[in-house]
């Protein structure tokens, strides 16, 4: 099995920054794609970020410029650094990741979420 635990939340002022991690643990061969999403009250799911397992992202338009996903394959982890932080990003921000198992099995999986709160 594999867990996925986000972490890096908090409460902010507008403008500042803040940085997610997203450690994947377990049996774990190769960690696929990563996307960032985030959910708002009251609002559907969101993609904010992705990441391919080459390193190559995209983002959605409301956050490009001041966002970044990275990953650190090494570390099994994927990043979110929020820079330029809005009261409109609060949300609740989840990853997801595509992993290969041993035995070249292919699951995906969600972490539990971080709060992410930007006061104006």
């Known amino acids: 099995q594999v867990q996925l635990v986000e972490s890096g939340g908090g409460l902010v002022q507008a403008g500042r920054s803040l940085r997610l991690s997203c450690a994947a643990s377990?049996?774990?061969?190769?960690?696929?794609?990563v996307d960032w999403y985030r959910q708002a009250p009251g609002k559907q799911r969101e993609l904010v970020a992705g990441?391919?397992?080459?390193?190559?992202?995209n983002y959605a338009d409301s956050v490009k410029g001041r966002f970044t996903i990275s990953r650190d394959n090494a570390k099994n982890t994927v990043y979110l650094q929020m820079n330029s932080l809005k009261p409109e990003d609060t949300a609740v921000y989840y990853c997801?990741?595509?992993?290969?198992?041993?035995?070249?099995?292919?699951?995906?999986?969600w972490g539990q979420g971080t709060q992410v709160t930007v006061s104006s």
């Open positions: 997801n990741a595509d992993i290969t198992h041993y035995g070249r099995i292919v699951r995906n999986y």
């Open positions: 990441i391919t397992s080459g390193g190559n992202t």
């Open positions: 377990g049996s774990i061969f190769s960690i696929n794609a």
